[in-house]
């Protein structure tokens, strides 16, 4: 069982785009995948149609009540986010085992389930904490932009700091490059900038820049169930199949 948190300290990464379709491609091949929305923009929750849901993580975190699952598909489950995790920090950073709480709240559930995927907020915060706190593995999407990787150093730092002080399972599974454009000559110089920077934790699979992802996301749909011969659909499933290999 694996509990995984996808993050990056900056917007605009595929950072949610990837956790919709990794959970999803997961949950194709037959495992149990649990998709947990930590960031108040609940671009995760949105991105499978869900609007303004009954009860979401911020109701448990801030009552310590038990996740609200929905079930989005034949192995695949969502607990949803809404704009009201937006103040969750402040209520909760006097509380004491603050960063404990979505651990807490994942122990009950993680038998059912064969992959925790954790969608953070675009940024450094106590909920990102408590997620990396919660996470045996972390992945970072990273775009195919030139100076993607500035700040990762320091990501990576916290990553540590947090390995060293509240989680010593806490893993760098590896980075995965988003939004490749594979008609730019600078492509090919980005690439390989990242592997000499970053080496063997860059996957090989690269995420083709693909307009089908995001007119997935508007239908409330994976990309597998909206265009499965895409190459958004190609490139997410030969990641996963990457993801399953290397964190095994």
């Given at each position: 069982?694996?509990?995984?948190?996808?993050?990056n300290?900056?917007?605009?990464?595929g950072?949610?785009?990837?956790?919709?379709n990794?959970g999803a491609?997961?949950a194709k091949?037959g495992?149990?995948?649990?998709?947990?929305?930590?960031?108040?923009q609940?671009n995760?929750?949105e991105?499978?149609?869900?609007v303004?849901?009954?009860e979401?993580?911020y109701?448990s975190?801030?009552?310590?009540?038990?996740l609200p699952i929905?079930?989005?598909?034949?192995n695949?489950?969502?607990?949803?986010?809404?704009?009201?995790?937006?103040?969750a920090?402040m209520e909760?950073?006097?509380?004491?085992g603050?960063?404990q709480i979505l651990?807490?709240?994942l122990?009950?559930?993680?038998p059912?389930?064969?992959?925790?995927?954790?969608d953070?907020?675009?940024s450094?915060?106590l909920l990102?904490?408590n997620?990396?706190?919660?996470?045996?593995?972390?992945?970072?999407?990273?775009?195919?932009?030139?100076?993607?990787?500035?700040g990762?150093?320091?990501?990576?730092g916290?990553?540590?700091e947090?390995?060293?002080?509240?989680?010593?399972?806490?893993?760098?599974?590896?980075?995965?490059?988003?939004q490749?454009?594979?008609?730019?000559?600078?492509t090919?110089?980005?690439?390989?900038?990242l592997?000499?920077?970053?080496q063997d934790?860059v996957?090989d699979t690269?995420?083709?820049?693909n307009?089908?992802?995001?007119?997935?996301q508007l239908?409330g749909?994976?990309i597998f169930d909206?265009?499965?011969?895409?190459?958004g659909?190609?490139?997410?499933?030969?990641?996963?199949?990457?993801i399953?290999?290397?964190?095994?």
């Amino acid at each position: 069982m694996k509990t995984i948190s996808i993050m990056n300290h900056k917007g605009g990464t595929g950072k949610t785009t990837s956790s919709i379709n990794i959970g999803a491609g997961l949950a194709k091949k037959g495992l149990k995948v649990l998709l947990l929305d930590i960031d108040s923009q609940a671009n995760l929750t949105e991105g499978f149609g869900i609007v303004d849901p009954e009860e979401s993580v911020y109701d448990s975190i801030r009552e310590n009540k038990k996740l609200p699952i929905l079930n989005i598909s034949e192995n695949l489950d969502l607990v949803p986010s809404s704009i009201d995790l937006l103040g969750a920090e402040m209520e909760i950073v006097s509380k004491i085992g603050r960063e404990q709480i979505l651990n807490k709240l994942l122990k009950t559930v993680r038998p059912n389930y064969d992959y925790v995927i954790i969608d953070c907020p675009p940024s450094v915060g106590l909920l990102t904490v408590n997620a990396m706190v919660a996470s045996d593995t972390i992945l970072l999407p990273l775009q195919g932009e030139y100076f993607a990787y500035k700040g990762v150093d320091r990501l990576l730092g916290i990553v540590q700091e947090v390995k060293e002080n509240l989680n010593e399972n806490l893993e760098i599974g590896g980075v995965f490059i988003t939004q490749i454009n594979t008609q730019r000559v600078l492509t090919k110089t980005i690439i390989e900038k990242l592997t000499e920077d970053l080496q063997d934790k860059v996957f090989d699979t690269k995420i083709r820049i693909n307009v089908a992802l995001a007119e997935a996301q508007l239908q409330g749909q994976s990309i597998f169930d909206y265009a499965p011969e895409s190459n958004g659909a190609k490139d997410y499933e030969m990641l996963v199949e990457e993801i399953i290999t290397k964190l095994n």
